[in-house]
């Protein structure tokens, strides 16, 4: 039970930080195509690669696996937003967007790819020599 509460504490987190971002991205960048959910998905792709190498038995910081559940599932399922990224798409090919609707698919999926592995190389290379 006590997984589940740090679970729900990181989700708020990582939901609160998710809104605060994507404000702030539509603010600099306009609203005509979900910049925002974008660069929310390829940042918390970076993180949860990077936390994922680094807070395992091998990492720099091997945390309990409360802790791994409050950052992976918590902070960066509460961050990270492809199910926003699934309704954005949606919302542009309705309006008949096509290509920005390829575009973001694209744009969301390889650089979320390219991000997860930065981040866990990243993970790795402070993990302490085995």
Do not use: D, K
């Amino acid at each position: 039970m006590q997984a589940y509460l740090w679970i729900g504490i990181g989700s708020a987190f990582g939901g609160m930080a998710r809104h605060w971002c994507n404000g702030l991205i539509m603010r600099l960048a306009g609203a005509g195509f979900p910049y925002g959910i974008l660069t929310i998905n390829v940042l918390g792709s970076l993180v949860i690669g990077f936390a994922a190498a680094a807070m395992g038995s091998e990492g720099r910081w091997p945390s309990s696996p409360t802790a791994q559940q409050f950052v992976l599932v918590g902070i960066c399922g509460g961050y990270t937003t492809f199910s926003s990224f699934s309704l954005n798409t949606l919302n542009l090919i309705q309006g008949n967007q096509w290509g920005a609707a390829a575009a973001n698919v694209l744009f969301s999926v390889a650089l979320c790819l390219v991000a997860v592995w930065l981040g866990h190389a990243a993970g790795v290379a402070l993990n302490p020599p085995s």
